[in-house]
């Protein structure tokens, strides 16, 4: 019996025991792998602007702390729910223990609808979440980030409510801030870019050209609009995107730079153009060299699995992909070539780190180094997950969650049962 329930969490369990199963993890061995160490739940009551009090419910779940502190963002969204949240913090573990970081998993947020509040609503709840959440984080207990549903101002007054607590700014105990609140330059792109790149390196490798080459994009959000204007730099034809408004189509390669102008201005893709729309249930099908699944999980089942046809799957959002549809594609691997998402949206957390880094030491890189230094990291990740893959004649994502599963395993073996 477990407190975590729902789709999402019961994908990560399925995925881990296919993991444990190819490990030989003993089964004795394996609850103290998965389940989370830690899970808050709070009460997170604000008056709304017409002068009534509502109560939202916040969460907060923390997998392991046997690496270093844990690292995760925080959602702002109706789905949220404890299930989730801890689906989310496990795959962050495997995710900063194949690329290396030190670091466990962690997420959390609000079950909210953003759209319905007010800007002054929306911070009294960020603030309140973060005073409830102060006995449990620090900047060497747990870090948080933004996600779904929060950015970097969401970020800032996080960073400025735990500082009003401690009596000094203590920048460290978010990342994903604002540049001139201590944030790093590179970070808002930084897990948009990862994508586009980990997907321009498998199309190098299997002799795809970038010039004229096309791409899918689902979810036009900050990974997803970073990934489509780095392909579109790349000398890709963007030719669909979608969010939760609709869907853009065009064979010749939509505008990125004036979509993006137009979604930093609207909020949305709507409105850009009447002529040009499309049907969101078949953008994940469409025929292109790279799709870049960036939304929401779940979305490619056995059925979207069977149907695609595309040359690249780049998993720029977490667990898009569900383990029915990971069957089909583990069959289809001379047909599409898989970069799963603990490796192809890494680069969000890995700037992350850097970004945490630089706030403890209080020395700022260029843009240029933190560029260098993530596509680095990712490089050596991808080389680790396909080495695998090849020799265990295994999926890639087997082989990067096999990666990261290893790592936590031998660190809690290390160190022991306390007490």
């Given at each position: ?279 969101p249930a078949e953008i994940l099908t469409l025929r292109c060299d790279v799709l870049a699944p960036c939304a929401m999980e779940r979305v490619i089942d056995a059925a979207v699995a069977e149907r695609l046809q595309c040359r690249v799957l780049a998993e720029g959002a977490n667990g898009p992909t569900t383990p029915d549809a990971d069957l089909v594609l583990d069959n289809r ?87």
């Amino acid at each position: 019996m477990t407190v975590y329930s729902g789709p999402v969490f019961d994908m990560a369990v399925n995925q881990f025991g296919v993991i444990a199963n190819h490990l030989s993890i003993p089964m004795d061995e394996r609850d103290r792998l998965l389940l989370p160490k830690r899970a808050i739940t709070v009460s997170c009551p604000i008056h709304r602007d017409d002068g009534t009090i509502a109560v939202y419910q916040g969460y907060r779940v923390q997998h392991h702390l046997t690496l270093g502190p844990t690292k995760g963002g925080t959602r702002f969204a109706p789905s949220v729910d404890i299930g989730e949240v801890a689906a989310l913090a496990i795959w962050m573990s495997w995710k900063c223990a194949l690329v290396g970081l030190p670091y466990g998993g962690a997420k959390g947020g609000i079950s909210v609808d953003v759209a319905a509040i007010s800007k002054r609503e929306l911070e009294a709840l960020s603030r309140r979440y973060m005073q409830e959440m102060i006995p449990f984080v620090g900047p060497h207990t747990d870090v948080m980030a933004p996600d779904m549903g929060t950015n970097e101002q969401v970020m800032a007054w996080f960073m400025d409510t735990y500082s009003m607590y401690q009596g000094r700014t203590v920048t460290e105990i978010v990342t994903g801030k604002p540049v001139a609140s201590g944030g790093t330059l590179g970070r808002r792109e930084a897990t948009g870019r990862g994508v586009a790149y980990l997907a321009k390196r498998v199309m190098l490798e299997l002799a795809l050209p970038l010039s004229g080459g096309t791409a899918v994009v689902q979810g036009f959000g900050n990974v997803g609009s970073y990934a489509a204007l780095e392909l579109h730099s790349y000398g890709l034809k963007v030719i669909a995107v979608s969010d939760h408004t609709g869907a853009l189509f065009d064979a010749n390669g939509l505008d990125i730079p004036a979509l993006m102008k137009h979604t930093a201005k609207h909020g949305s893709i709507k409105g850009f153009s009447t002529q040009l729309a499309f049907d969101p249930a078949e953008i994940l099908t469409l025929r292109c060299d790279v799709l870049a699944p960036c939304a929401m999980e779940r979305v490619i089942d056995a059925a979207v699995a069977e149907r695609l046809q595309c040359r690249v799957l780049a998993e720029g959002a977490n667990g898009p992909t569900t383990p029915d549809a990971d069957l089909v594609l583990d069959n289809r691997r001379d047909e599409v070539f898989l970069i799963p998402d603990i490796l192809c949206n890494s680069g969000g957390v890995v700037v992350s780190y850097f970004e945490w880094v630089q706030d403890l030491q209080q020395l700022f890189w260029e843009e240029e180094e933190v560029m260098r230094r993530e596509y680095k990291i990712l490089d050596r990740a991808f080389e680790a997950m396909s080495a695998r893959a090849k020799a265990d004649n295994i999926s890639h994502r087997t082989a990067a969650m096999a990666i990261g599963v290893e790592k936590v395993r031998a660190a809690k073996a290390t160190r022991g049962l306390f007490p």
